[in-house]
């Protein structure tokens, strides 16, 4: 499974390069690059992972130890980033509201989003005895995004703006992860195929005016960086999503590897998506105060 993506990114690779247009040679030779900044923000992220991830496994002291590291050496990005000549990240560019709702929106909406797919996929195989096939198909649902991102998407914003078709995006992830609570050891796929739809819907809505409004009234010259920040939002709550599912789910089911004891700690891990996206949407609801004109 790790294998092949790797095979399959290098091969697009191969076929790319020749398509690459040749361009002349724009950037300026002594432009230096933020080595520093960028392996003190890595290993903040990896610690404060690693910290929630190892909260259910090692003990108070050592998960606060691990946490607190990340959270000094983000500190340490800070510094190094305000008397950086060429910093990885320009902190002026957090002063933009909706830049900073955008990801933090973003964060929570790919914890809660990535979060309950792992535990969905440990009920159905784990607990269900369901193949992969099975499970791939079960949630086959989920990828109406595909359809709708497209076609319905650009028309709702076009109509309501962004910020109300994020926050109803976000509402509809909640109420998918609510409408799971109820799994139990007999349950049909139809009572599980409402939450499938509706988190597609979800996606659908929020994922794509999310990386409209992080971008939105940024310089061309910074569009980039905000696009890089908000996928890093993207990649960063993933990872705190799967690790603090994870640890919920160790947490209720230590000492009880039964089929009773996993089923309570799958339906108390759906805590953490449902609290995420709840968060996520109280967030994103700020971007629906009207802005007053300025002169």
Do not use: C
Not at 6 to 33: H, S
Not at 86 to 97: D, E, F, I, K
Not at 143 to 166: C, M, S
């Amino acid at each position: 499974v790790l294998f092949a993506p790797a095979v399959l990114a290098l091969i697009i690779l191969l076929l790319a390069v020749p398509l690459i247009p040749a361009t002349p040679e724009e950037r300026p030779r002594d432009r230096r690059v933020d080595v520093l900044g960028a392996v003190t923000v890595t290993a903040a992220i990896m610690l404060l992972v690693l910290g929630v991830e190892r909260a259910a496994h090692a003990g108070a002291g050592t998960t606060a130890a691990i946490i607190a590291s990340g959270l000094a050496l983000i500190a340490l990005f800070v510094v190094i980033e305000r008397r950086s000549s060429a910093p990885l990240l320009r902190l002026g560019l957090l002063r933009s509201g909706p830049l900073v709702r955008a990801n933090l929106a973003g964060l929570l909406f790919a914890g809660a989003f990535f979060g309950f797919q792992f535990i969905a996929v440990l009920y159905l195989q784990e607990l269900r005895g369901w193949s992969s096939l099975q499970t791939s198909l079960a949630m086959l649902a989920v990828g109406a995004d595909a359809v709708l991102a497209p076609t319905l998407t650009p028309r709702l914003v076009n109509r309501f703006g962004n910020a109300k078709v994020i926050v109803a995006g976000l509402l509809l992830a909640v109420l998918s992860y609510v409408l799971f609570l109820p799994i139990g050891m007999d349950t049909v796929y139809l009572a599980m195929f409402p939450t499938m739809i509706v988190l597609g819907v979800a996606f659908a809505l929020a994922y794509g005016p999310l990386t409209i409004v992080a971008t939105d009234g940024v310089e061309e010259s910074e569009q980039g960086v905000a696009g890089a920040l908000l996928y890093t939002s993207f990649q960063f709550g993933a990872a705190l999503g799967l690790a603090a599912s994870t640890a919920v789910i160790v947490a209720v089911t230590a000492g009880d590897g039964g089929a009773a004891g996993l089923l309570d700690g799958y339906r108390a891990a759906l805590a953490v998506p449902i609290a995420a996206a709840v968060l996520a949407a109280a967030i994103s609801a700020f971007g629906l105060r009207p802005v007053r004109n300025r002169r």
